[in-house]
């Protein structure tokens, strides 16, 4: 029998145009310096950053060899605690670190947003199962800090302002609709409700999104 090995700070990639074809020699590896492994990746121009659970990186992969890939820049001074709260809205992205909420720019500024919130983001416990999403009618970023909870922080992209909101039932999920609402999924009542506060009457228990699972 063959042994499953783990690499948490590789990444693998296709074969050119044949998305399924993942040849074992296809990957890249990213050393942390503290060990930890690959949290998320987001597109930024003509580079990809890296998101590490003790640093951010920003790569320059060449399409016709992506091995050849070289690292332009790094922090490993932060990192990512969440994999699910990396949200990219316009030419920013938004995650959460061990010590603060942080915004990345194309130009690889890394700047703290959550200085009024912050007391609130220090106390939680389980930071790691934070999740976030974009809502593009309010044009905020809505993160659920730690477990499943009806509670809400939104950071308006525009003004800089965080503000609290509490959702009608447990926020599991997040999702934007085709109608370009954002909904909050409740796995406990297999609920879902646009936020706007409006019920969409579309309710679906069989959503392919199992949210987090950690009631």
Known sequence: ???????????????????ATIPIINFIRIRDPEGGGVQGLKSMGDSLIVFMEYGIYRLRIPSIDPSSYSVLE?????????????VKVEDKVYFCGNNNIYAIDASFNITPIGSSILNKWVAE???VKTIASYDPIKEVVLFRFGRVKPDLYEFNIRTGEWNKIQTQGNVSSMAVGEEGYLHY?????????RSDGNDNDQDNPDDPDPGDGDQ
């Open 185 to 193: 999924g409740d796995n406990s009542f297999l609920d879902v409700t």
């Open 74 to 86: 790094s922090n490993e001074f932060i990192g990512c605690v969440a994999p699910r709260s990396i």
């Open 1 to 19: 029998s063959g042994i499953n090995e783990y690499y948490p700070d590789m990444i693998n990639f296709s074969e050119a145009g044949m998305p």
């Open 125 to 127: 416990t389980e930071k």
